[in-house]
């Protein structure tokens, strides 16, 4: 194997953390403020790129780092090796409520496609990169553009997700709907395309959106129940619209009549 082989152990239900055990010598990339905790003889190190140890040079340190600028990412991941002569722990936090995934590249043929924003770590040797959609209107509509993540190697990876998660197995040929803010990631052969949902009361009333994923089998496809752009909406929603305190909250009655009124502000 290229990638070292990590073991793990997940945390938690909605809030989790992923801690992994490292033997001598063994590394751990990560996404720069991902870090949780880790053990004395553990030692930190920011690198270009994702480490992978596939680039060569200057120019192909910077290819690699340029590509994770075009995902939305930092220019630099964090490495941590365990310098000390027996097994060391680093632990590694999910940035928001949800679940941590790990992916085993080797059960899912070297590639697994997922958001911009979803990878967490992954064993020293796994490749971070980026997919281009080769689709216009999966580009256009898709909600992450014509960039979408991917995670190429022979070894352990971990993404995150929002709320609850389902994993759906599909067949040769079958289809899947989803939300396009929903998707958290699938296998390299499920083919992704980007549906109108049609009609003038679901596109001008419905609320959804114009636009969903349709993702066809075979392979495997992960689903969040709460995308983080989703939360983010509802917490900017129920902000105070202008500076200061509500009016009412200095009052007795302010409590009294939030309660009365329900939660009116979504």
Do not use: W
Not at 41 to 58: P, R, V
Not at 64 to 88: D, Y
């Amino acid at each position: 194997m290229q990638a070292h082989e990590i073991d793990y152990h997940i945390y938690g239900e909605e809030m989790q953390y992923v801690e992994i055990e490292l033997d001598p010598q063994e590394i751990v990339i990560a996404e720069a403020g991902s870090f949780m905790m880790m053990d004395n003889n553990i030692q930190m190190e920011t690198i270009f790129g994702d480490g992978s140890g596939q680039e060569n040079g200057l120019f192909g340190k910077l290819l690699s780092a340029g590509k994770r600028v075009l995902t939305g990412e930092s220019l630099f991941m964090t490495a941590f090796i365990n310098q000390n002569n027996t097994k060391s722990k680093v632990s590694f936090a999910s940035p928001y409520p949800g679940k941590i995934i790990p992916i085993d590249l080797t059960q899912f043929g070297g590639k697994f496609i997922c958001q911009k924003d979803s990878f967490l770590c992954a064993a020293k040797g796994v490749s971070v990169g980026i997919e281009f959609s080769k689709k216009l209107g999966r580009g256009l509509f898709g909600g992450e553009g014509f960039i979408m993540q991917k995670i190429e190697g022979d070894g352990l990876a971990f993404v995150h997700t929002g709320g609850t998660l389902a994993k759906k197995e599909l067949a040769a040929g079958e289809i899947l709907k989803v939300d396009t803010g929903c998707i958290v990631g699938f296998t390299k052969d499920v083919d992704y395309d980007i549906e109108f949902i049609g009609g003038i009361k679901n596109s001008i009333f419905g609320g959804e959106g114009l636009f969903y994923a349709t993702l066809r089998g075979p392979g495997t496809v992960y689903v969040q129940s709460l995308p983080f752009s989703r939360l983010a909406d509802r917490i900017i929603a129920s902000a105070p619209r202008t500076g200061g305190n509500s009016r009412d909250e200095g009052s007795l009655l302010g409590g009294l009549g939030s309660l009365l009124d329900g939660d009116r502000r979504f």
